[in-house]
């Protein structure tokens, strides 16, 4: 059942291993900008699930968990994304809705180590790292929002839309929490920003309710690491803002299951009791909220139509 307007867009930007603690001595404006327009909150990684980007992004985007995902690990090998598939996958395939997802992790969007975990959106995107540094990485992510952007500006019914950012995380491996790590994430805050411009640029973003989610996957110990059990690797965190949210309400514990049942529920989608949904919608979405403040998180054009097939485009950084 659909309720909500078919004005209601969606976009989540996934950027990978950022930690909570450092986020209020950073500067992170359309990061802040969200979070007062709608909330940001914490999200602590559940026992059964191991602090790695693997099972973490693919409850994220199935809205299960790995009990029924399947997703152990940074290989994907095992899945069951055949019954449980990625939203931008379900909203192209069986909703009727113009989807896309793009970044540069090669598990997340080709078919290596297990994947892909994004397996037909109505556009899929993927940049190649030229190297694997945090240089390389910082290189990708900056091609990932270029295309991201060119994604958005398309002139087609574009519904909703996965970008992934990963640099963060890299850079955290290599160089541990310090200060190249912090700019890191001011840098994917920058790259946030301009996603939300094009959002706003779209030609007919007067007329469109835009959602906006931002999540990371999982934490980083201090030297830079995760997949134990720690605080700082198992404290993840949401922020939202857009239609129903109310500024500043969030009345319960979160989980990365609610990001993909939030998507549903903000398109106006009533999830089909057989999908076995794990997480459910932020708060309930009205179809008649106003969109939020388009000086954070507003939206514009929509696309013609590509071809059924998903349209992949391959890029080296």
Known sequence: MNTAPDTARVLVVGIDGVRLDLLPVLDTPHLDGIARAGFLAPVEVDAATPTMSG????????????????????????????????????????????TFAVGGWAPLFLARQGGPL???????????????????????????????EHLLGLDEELHAGFVYLGAVDETAHFLGCGEEYRRSVEAADRRLGRLLAAVRDRRGHAAEQWTVIVVTDHGHRDEGGHGGRSALERTAWIAASGPGLTAGAVSRDLHHADVAAHVYTALGITPDPHWTLDGTAFTAVASDTAAADLTTVSAGTALTTVSAATALTTVTA
Do not use: M, Q, S
């Not at 992004?57 to 449980?84: P, Q, S, Y």
């Not at 994004?118 to 540094?133: M, S, W």
């Open 118 to 148: 994004f397996v037909a959106p109505t556009r899929l995107g993927y940049v190649a790292p030229r190297e694997d540094t945090p240089e390389g990485w910082e290189e990708v992510d900056e091609r990932v929002t270029a295309e991201a």
């Open 55 to 98: 099972p973490c992004w693919t409850t994220v985007v199935t809205g299960v968990g790995v009990a029924k995902h399947g997703v152990w690990g940074n290989r994907l090998n095992g899945n069951r994304l055949d019954i449980f598939p990625d939203f931008t996958t379900r909203l192209a395939a069986e909703c009727g809705r113009r």
